[in-house]
Every structure is written in C-alpha cells, then in structure tokens.
C-alpha cells in the first residue's frame, strides 16, 4: 500500500536551533517525494521536491530509499519557519498523470 | 492573483441539504484534482480530471458526491444529502501536463460544515 507517514505532529524549536522534520513512505515502485508548506492564513504551497536536489529558504531533504525516508532539514531555524509542512508522495498512472498522497504534517513552531 | 480560486471560501449547511463548491484552476492547467482535508490529518485524493474527462475518482467519494469538469476549464463538486461526517475542507488543484515536475497547485479550499 502507499503511504506516507509523518511521526510528529509537532515539533517545538528555539530559534537558531537545528531543525528535523521525519517523513517515511511505502511505495512499491521508484518514488517521487515533495514537501509542501503552509504558512498562517494561506494556501498549501510546494516547498521542495526530491528529483530537484535544491535547498529552498534554507531546507533540504534527501531521498533515502534503503531506509524509504525522505527527511527535511533545516540547519538554524527561524521564527518565519513556523508553519505546517507536508510530505507527500507522487504516485504516476498509466495515463500518464500523478495524484499526491499526504502525511498528516508536521507543525513547526519556532520560539524566538 | 492567477492562482487556484475557490468559491464559496466557507459554507455552513443543514444536514440532508445539497451543497457545490466552485473551483477555478490557473489558465491553461488542463489537469485538475479535488481533495479533501479533516482536521489533523493530510489532504486526501478525491477525484482527477483531465481536461474535461473524469479519469480517476477514490473509494472515498461516495454516491452522493459528483464533480463535473464540463468545458474543460473550471469544476465544480457536488455534495447531496450532505452528512456531518462531509464536514472538511475541500480543495482544489491544478497542473499543466508536462510542466516541470508537474507542479500541483492549490487553492485556498473551501470550508463546509454541516450541522
């Protein structure tokens, strides 16, 4: 079955502080991974994905696929961080199409 | 804005009334999605279109949902005999076929509660 699991629903940091956001996922065939982010009061936005291999507002993810991880990391956070963030998984049809699957987030709450 | 809109933003009704949610998808998206979101937990796939084709719907939409997609622009979904356990929010998501990744993007949803 395919699934993506996020273990913390929270994760409470200071500022400055060295951020780990966990996501693990079940997929049988070559998986594509993305995080996506919501801020306060706006919509669910795309953060990274996994095929980029690029840092975005300071956030990286590595695909891990001997431990099927794909893990967010962030070296110092900052309070503007604070928000909810979403590992999902691209799952592609025949068709040619993909429809994500979600975890069920992660809320960052960075504390000044 | 030129992003995903959503129509109405909140909507409260009585359990057993009829509800439609509106979505319009960035121009020239020809590929759109509805998912739906309870609270704690993840966006969850609902339907997909592709241009005006209906080409994917989940286990989790019931007889009494329906979404149309019918000139291949915007979609709208359909909720009879709403229920309380309907209570969510609804999103809405675009593509373009082909584009880099194939990107998907969202609207800000749309909220119903059924009392």
């Known amino acids: 079955a395919q699934r993506v699991t996020q273990p913390e629903k929270l994760l409470s940091v200071f500022k400055g502080a060295p951020v780990e956001l966990k996501c693990n996922y079940s997929?049988?065939?070559?998986?594509?991974l993305f995080w996506y982010v919501q801020y306060s009061r706006q919509r669910l936005q795309l953060l990274l994905r996994h095929i980029s291999r690029e840092s975005i507002k300071g956030f990286t993810a590595d695909l891990n696929k001997g431990e099927t991880s794909f893990h967010l990391k962030k070296p110092f956070a900052q309070e503007e961080d604070s928000a909810m963030y979403y590992c999902?998984?691209?799952?592609?049809?025949?068709?040619?199409?993909?429809?994500?699957?979600f975890g069920a987030g992660t809320r960052l709450a960075v504390h000044p | 804005d030129t992003g995903v809109s959503q129509d109405p933003r909140h909507k409260i009704t009585k359990r057993g009334q009829n509800v439609t949610f509106r979505c319009d998808p960035i121009?020239?998206?020809?590929?759109l999605y509805w998912y739906r979101q309870t609270l704690g937990q993840g966006p969850e796939f609902l339907t997909y279109?592709?241009?005006?084709?209906?080409?994917?719907k989940s286990r989790l939409l019931s007889d009494r949902f329906s979404a149309e997609r019918p000139k291949g622009s915007f979609s709208t979904l359909e909720i009879q005999r709403t229920e309380q356990g309907d209570s969510a929010m609804y999103l809405c998501?675009?593509?373009?076929?082909?584009?880099?990744?194939?990107?998907?993007?969202f609207g800000e949803g749309s909220w119903l509660t059924v009392v």
């Open positions: 121009s020239e998206h020809n590929r």
């Open positions: 279109f592709q241009n005006e084709a209906q080409l994917e």
């Open positions: 999902a998984l691209s799952t592609m049809f025949s068709g040619g199409y993909n429809k994500l699957i």
């Open positions: 998501a675009s593509s373009l076929e082909g584009n880099s990744g194939n990107t998907i993007y």
């Open positions: 997929y049988s065939g070559s998986p594509e």
